[in-house]
């Protein structure tokens, strides 16, 4: 077939009849796409004359996972319907699915959906294609992949994070981390853009090698007095039936469990949780906790016996041998540390923003309330220097002496039962090398300089080659979810730095048009899976997840993709073990069965649709046995106990450098407040860019999933929120246009102006599709085009909310203003 020069648009525009016949004719598939009336679809809970109903869920990364019931008709899904087993009770409720699994149907038949392979022709990036046969797609593929193994290594083959098949128990590895590894491994990565900050730091503080979970919302919801929700927003992050959406609301009822809300932005959880709500600026929450620890030392209000006994390095009493005087947390707070500043409420008041006798009533409340849970969200670790903000919230929950017993906690995201059914196998990965998730960029740029000690290279000393190959599997971080979305752009479009790239997914993301082969994947509804709960605290589950409907066009499972790979590189035999998707499924649950036989086998799982089971050990109580024993059960730390101040991390600031370093890169044992780059107290005097962009989680999509979708766009419409008080000074009202700009990009988005949010502060909900203008400026609302790619300095992290920007209306631009500025070293 001779190429054919067709932009994106002009593709699906034209391919979409012709390819409507596969889907069971053109009516159905039409109605799907929302481009016409839907067909009749039977009342709600009837089953279609001459149908089925089939168990299946979706599976993005909103933290729960949904049990949805498709009802299909003549080889169509007519309607989707919520899960109806289980009941009202907290550990064995309905399992819910909120408004965007409820709208799959318009995910199944859409007119972005990649309806067959297709080949780059032209410029990587310029949106032109030729549509190829899997046989050809198949060949190019192993082709490119063999031919970077011979000639660069298995360590120039990398996979990308995605989170759009995320947790179902097949479809979330697709097949392909086995298949690298049974063909010599790859590049791995540590850690992930949800908690990359938190979920490194934890090791120096309590020794876990993840994120300390806490106690569980449903141990918060029977035993807690006072929960804290810091930078945690469960009501739009967690929602469903399934997830803590349900739980935190269950908490809610207790008239004797008062709940504050510390947030800039006054989320749907403030909204209606909280009973009081508190606004620091961005990026200052550790300036908060040390105001507010100050006033329990000076007041006597910390829990001295519980930090003698538990903790390390609170006092100087209580320091590691042979560290100098002066750098205990308790000098650091009464300003006889080296920066010799008493971090006085009024002190982190001038920082925070929040009103000096807030902080005294907030700190003396949390000393006295037993017992309280201080639960933190994923936000305040995601700026710069992240990591000392997720510690400093953890310490002030050893002040209290919280942790470990019921109704506290350790100052972690809420607690849950982790499922105990069978994933797939991926095997071992021969690679020894790992990144950070935060760092593909720098090593398709620069991947030979990349070392342990400047760039966070794990496994190794120092990589030996930049990426080459590479693979975006369900997952728009190319495009979206990266940092610095035009940066990010001339890196990949840059064809003689990584060499060959390979998108797999059901819809034709920005990031697709930046691959050289795109291969179409198919929906949940389209394939066999087993899908588990995630943070869904005590009550965990199982969803049976059948084919409801065949392929639709010409795509396929990434299951089946990876079987004809491996047949072509020569290990399908060991890759597919003589088994089909559906004879995996069967496999994994029968394993499943044999280590836990109340659990039901594959043919009654697949009639009852959900399985649940509960917590054997009771509620959530997060290190309960270190409590009640710390000599018996100590922590993974150097002293076997919770390190305020952290040994390891005061030997690492040794050794570690940082490449191109800005302020607030900086190693530190304690949890100290640091000023950083494009923090708040550089907006006070930038008057170029005096605002602090930050990106929330949004109803109407989970990241990039679902951002396509017309109904939920129309019902939640992308807006930036904006304070009255800032938009008043630029002449803007409520629903106008505005353009967010600084050197790095610039986006236009309508705005909704509301006291909503802290004054100096701009929320542009994260996760939008890009639709770039011809001058580059971003009209969807894409936050990542003014993000940064500068990394945290302990985990390397992605620091996406630490972001100085200025706003001004969108009708009113000044030829030039805020356009992208030539960067230095640029592959481009």
Known sequence: MPPTALTTTEFSRRSLLRWSAVAGGGAALLGGCGTKEAPATPAP???????????????????????????????????????????????????????????????????????????????????????????????????????????????????????????????????????????????????????????????????????????????????????????????????????????????????????VVVDPRYSDSASLLADEWIAPRPGTDAA??????????????HDQKFLDEYCSGFDEEHMPAGVPKGNSYKSYLLGEGKDRTKKTPAWASRITGVPEATIVKFARELATTKPANITQGWGPQRHANGENIARAIYTLAAMTGNVGIPGGGTGGREGYYWPVTQWFPDGDNPVEASISFYGWTDAIVRGPEMTATADGVRGVDKLSTGIKFMLSYGGNVLASQHGDVNRTKEIVSDESLCEFICVVDNQMTASAQLADLVLPDTTAAERWDLIPSEYTGDMAYLIMGEKAVEPLFDSKPAYDMCTEIAKRMGVEKEFTEGRTLEGWARHMQAETVKEHPDFPDFETLRKKGVHR?????????????????????????????????????????????????????????????????EGAVEARSNEKYPLQVIGHHFKGRTHSTYGNLAYNREAHPQKAWMNSLDAADRGIKNGDRILVFNDRGRLTVPVMVTPRIMPGVVSVPQGAWLERGPDGTDHGGVVNILTSQHPTPLSKGNAQHTVLAQVQLATDVPDGVGRPTPRAGSPV
Request: aromatic share 10%.
């Open 613 to 677: 089971y509960q917590n054997p050990d009771g509620l959530t109580v997060a290190l309960k046995e270190f409590r009640e024993d710390p000599k018996k059960n100590p922590l993974a730390t150097p002293s076997g106990k919770i390190e305020i101040f952290s040994s390891d991390l005061w030997e690492l600031a040794k050794t570690w450098t940082f490449r191109d370093p800005l302020p607030g890169d900086e190693i530190t044992a304690l949890p100290v407040h640091l000023d950083t780059w």
């Open 288 to 301: 908060l906790v040390a105001g507010m620890a100050y006033v329990m030392v000076t007041e006597n209000l």
């Open 45 to 259: 809970g009837a089953i279609p004359p001459k149908g089925r109903t089939v168990w299946s869920a979706c599976v993005v990364n909103c933290g729960s996972r949904c049990p949805l019931r498709l009802q299909v008709q003549d080889g169509t899904v007519v309607r989707v319907l919520p899960d109806d087993t289980g009941d009202d009770s907290l550990l064995g409720r309905q399992i819910r699915a909120c408004v965007r699994g409820r709208n799959m149907r318009q995910r199944i038949y859409n007119p972005d959906r990649i309806k067959k392979p297709l080949k780059r022709v032209g410029k990587r990036g310029e949106g032109k294609w030729q549509e190829i046969s899997w046989e050809e797609a198949f060949d190019l593929f192993a082709k490119k992949l063999r031919y970077t193994i011979d000639t660069y290594g298995n360590e120039a083959i990398f996979k990308t994070y995605g989170s759009g098949v995320w947790n179902a128990h097949i479809a979330y590895s697709g097949g392909w981390k086995r298949l690298f590894n049974l063909l010599g491994g790859s590049l791995d990565y540590y850690g992930n853009y949800s908690y990359g900050q938190i979920g490194t730091c934890t090791k120096y503080h309590y020794g876990a090698d993840d994120e300390q979970m806490s106690n569980s919302f449903e141990d918060a919801a029977t035993n807690s007095r006072l929960l804290v929700l810091w930078g945690n927003n469960p009501q739009e992050t967690r929602m469903s039936g399934g997830g803590n959406t349900f739980t935190s609301l269950w908490a809610h009822k207790r008239s004797d469990l008062r709940i």
